[in-house]
């Protein structure tokens, strides 16, 4: 079993567009919660107010992999076009678990 892996995206909308890259998210993680292997995919805002911060854990490597490949991926892109200052940074993370488990790792 592969160890499961958490992702932080970070999307920064232009000026003004703030609510219509909120608005692009909504659909895109509806239909990637129900996606084999999603067991985290939620948005926040940063306390900057023009920014928002995903929060992603997936099963494994090659289950988030297929993620990013895949369609609801490809749908997001698109819709953000001309929305963000360029594309999500995305970062991958591996847990290091400390303390219970139930508050030590996501």
């Not at 805002?45 to 928002?52: E, L, P, W, Y």
Request: aromatic share 4%; charged share 20%.
């Amino acid at each position: 079993m592969s160890d499961p892996v958490v992702v932080t995206a970070i999307f920064r909308p232009v000026p003004g567009q703030f609510e219509a890259v909120y608005e692009a998210l909504v659909p895109a993680i509806q239909e990637v919660h129900r996606e084999q292997g999603c067991e985290l995919y939620a948005i926040h805002k940063h306390q900057d107010g023009n920014t928002i911060v995903m929060i992603e854990k997936w099963e494994s490597a090659a289950l988030l992999d297929a993620h990013g490949e895949g369609e609801a991926v490809a749908r997001l892109n698109a819709s953000l076009e001309g929305k963000v200052t360029g594309p999500a940074e995305v970062t991958r993370l591996e847990p290091l678990p400390v303390g219970d488990s139930g508050q030590g790792v996501l």
